[in-house]
């Protein structure tokens, strides 16, 4: 299918030069000279992007299409991942798409409304595609397989964001076409407008042209994202570039109980995706990737996807001494690679669970900048002296009630694993452009059994990589955007939101900011409501590690968890935690935290802006949610799609690795004594 992709890409670049070629002859054959001088012609960087991954919201006008009275409905959609549905971008800029399609996956949360039997029994294959010029519209919606039109698009608006390469095709119209007239048996209603629809998406490059004066001086194919699988080659791309390959395992260990608490751990595979190697060095050297790893639950509402919450969180698992495995793909030890001290790329590196949940092996989180990677080496970030640890210290700690499944029918859970490298930073900013601090991350579904206080997972997916666990959300039909206040300077973070209306004029609004990589971390939230009565009002963040010797936290009194103060007035409803001026350790939106705020409504959700206010530095900024309204209806508004949109990534399905051999055994650092 990648081989097909890639040709009919290279065709129709060398289509789209031809056609500078026959222009440019044109005008020779006019005037006996090219009257564009060859230092106008095109010179830059030319980009084909197809898509990565992304969401589709379709607003629709069920009584239009059911030839009676109704209310606008609301479908939700993913895109199916690398959908060959190309633009064409131009030194950055957008010089439009090109034929191709992009397939829609219906949301498993229940959102999709009775539909026409016509468009019910092809929901399931179905797809946007941009038509050939002369086809009367720019965009339709048809089903893949049969080629039938149900809606043709107009009145839309593409917006491409180059930083954040992605697409939002916003303010389509969706008109009833001919052929489905005919198939409802009203062959009027041809042209009439049946609902809205939104597109947001995540572009990747899948083929980079260099031209200068309108020739092509090279021609470049990067390899897809989401595309690398287990046990087989993989193109590596620029510089170093750390991700979790795989999380093999949720364990809890003999003994990891401290009242109504466990402590769990996550099994990692760590993958050097880059053609540079990165530094691997163990304590005291502060070269090598921290480990933080994180359990997420979904649960709520009639179908169990209502709110989306991080349960528990760990310190940070010590790297030391790579192990160059053949797991992910290639694996290159040439030098100038140093085998052990460094992941080589290509390579492998394998912790399991007892590895990444050793006590005496985990340092806390306080110590590093999560985008940078840098901690000190003075004071030791991994000194347990001072302290003894109970069953459940530093570990992924999560309250037993969360867990027990007769207290949470229908939930599912998500384990999350990063990896944190200096290496990447350092790389970035002496080679602009190479910069792969923003996929470390990648997460698990698991399922829950045992209890009161002994549990057992079990993997009920494959992972997936270099996505953070909120956007599997985004399957169930909330929205999640990337965030990034200072590009280059800090990290990311992604607002994700959710509306239900659980029942007659009441709405419920939930929230939920996660925080990947950003240092400066996350103080206050803001939703406007104007007149809607509020109720409900709701809150949630997970445990924090209680204070402890050498934490590096401020003077060791470890981090807050007291809950955020929420303020309602002036037509809004605002959370906060205190300033980091009044308290350093305050319960601030960390990396690698997930915190959510909920309430009810009587007012329906139209679009908004939510204002957040950073901790450490940074001024306020808004963000695009559902809010509710000014009252006077009660339809479901048209959201608006965010400049960087994203959805569930579908897990790349790889074929069952070859058995390998066991992990090489590694020299364990000698833990710090403790009294």
Known sequence: MLKK???????????????????????????????????????????????????????????????????????????????????????????????????????????????????????????????PSGQGADLAVRDSNTGFTFFNIQGHQYDYNPAAQSLAITNGRLLISKEFANALGRPSD????????????????????????????????????????????QTLVPGPDVIVGDIESVEQPQGAVNGNFVGLGVGTVSCNNGDQPIDWHPLPNTNHPVIPQNLYRMSGGGDHTERFEQIGQSWMKHAFFALEEFICGTCNTSPPCVTGDQLCPGCADTYVASLNYDQDLIGSRAWVNPFTGVFPSNPDPNNHAGHNHTGTSHRVTVATSDLIPAQNPGATYFAEADYISPTEYTWCQAHPGQCNMYNNVSYRPFTVSGGPTTFTFGAAGLTVRMQPAIQTWTSTGATVAQVEPDPGNDGIWFMGYKVTNPSAGVWHYEYALSNENLDRAIQSFSVPV???????????????????????????????????????????????????????????????????????????????????GYFKTGSPMTVEIQAPGQGGGTPTPTPTVTPTPTATPTATVRPTPTPRPSPLPRVRPTPHPRP
């Open 190 to 233: 041809a042209g009439s407008v049946a609902g809205t629809i939104s597109i947001g998406a995540t572009m990747q490059p899948a083929e980079i042209t260099q031209l200068s004066n309108g020739q092509a001086q090279s021609v470049r194919m990067p390899p897809l994202q989401h595309a690398l699988s287990q046990g087989t080659p």
């Open 5 to 131: 992709i890639l040709i009919a890409l290279t065709l129709s670049l060398l289509v789209l030069l031809g056609s500078y070629a026959v222009q440019s002859a044109k005008a020779r054959n006019r005037g006996g000279e090219l009257n564009q001088k060859a230092s106008d012609a095109p010179t830059g960087t030319l980009q084909k992007m197809i898509v990565e991954n992304g969401s589709v919201t379709m607003d629709l006008d069920i009584g239009r299409l059911n030839g009676a009275a109704g209310q606008t409905l609301q479908a939700q959609f993913a895109v199916g991942a690398n959908s060959f549905f190309p633009v064409l971008v131009f030194n950055d800029q957008l010089r439009g798409p090109v034929p191709g399609s992009m397939a829609l996956i219906p949301s498993r949360s229940g959102g999709i409304p009775p539909l026409p039997a016509a468009l019910s029994a092809s929901l399931k294959q179905l797809a946007v595609e941009k038509l």
């Open 530 to 612: 104007g007149g809607a009565n509020i109720s409900n009002i709701g809150f949630h963040a997970p445990p924090q590690e209680p204070a402890w010797p050498n934490d590096g936290t401020f003077n060791n009194q470890g981090y807050s968890s007291a809950p955020w103060a929420v303020d309602q007035s002036g037509g809004s409803i605002t959370w906060s935690t205190e300033t980091f001026a009044t308290n350093q350790n305050a319960n601030a939106i960390r990396f690698g935290t997930l915190y959510n705020f909920r309430f009810d409504a009587d007012q329906p959700p139209q679009t908004a802006n939510a204002t957040v």
